[in-house]
């Protein structure tokens, strides 16, 4: 079974629910059909964390909702041990932005949090969205398995 590792800065604990974005990735990873033997992790962060990391690894000086870090491509800050048996990579999420995203789109946090974890996902998977194309598949597979988890997320930018 995959390992998904759940963290979040202390601020942030009591407003997530590790179980579901757990499954979250987990049903990722199914509709994706990814062999069992795979570690990821989830990390729960703020705007400052994000926006530093958006500027070192993107050139970006400006937070984002979600970065996704492949395994090699960059030391995301919750990374577990080098060498870790199939480790996909980092997913780092904003929950400010999470927030502000649920409430523009006039659903949940904890669904937004799911959007983005699918997402993060995704991107770790291969995914991208550069071209309508890419979007349309990817945007496919986002609506497949939040379908799948029951969220209720209205359309938006992801």
Avoid: C
């Avoid at 963290?7 to 757990?22: E, F, K, N, S, V």
């Avoid at 927030?99 to 291969?126: F, I, M, Y």
Wanted: no cysteine; charged share 25%.
């Amino acid at each position: 079974m995959p390992k998904i590792t759940v963290r979040a800065d202390t601020i942030y604990r009591q407003h997530i629910d590790p179980r579901r974005l757990r499954a979250a990735a987990l049903e990722t990873l199914a509709h994706e059909d990814i062999p069992g033997r795979v570690e990821l992790t989830i990390a729960i962060a703020g705007d400052d964390e994000i926006r530093a990391l958006n500027r070192r690894y993107r050139g970006v000086d400006a937070p984002t909702d979600v970065l996704a870090f492949g395994e090699g491509a960059a030391p995301a800050p919750f990374a577990v041990a080098p060498g870790a048996p199939a480790y996909l990579g980092d997913v780092v999420i904003s929950y400010p932005r999470a927030v502000a995203q649920a409430d523009t789109r006039r659903h949940s946090t904890a669904d937004e949090l799911l959007l983005l974890v699918v997402h993060g996902v995704l991107h770790l998977l291969g995914y991208d969205h550069a071209t309508p194309g890419e979007k349309r598949k990817m945007w496919a597979a986002q609506r497949h398995v939040l379908h799948e988890l029951g969220a209720q997320v209205r359309p938006g930018k992801r």
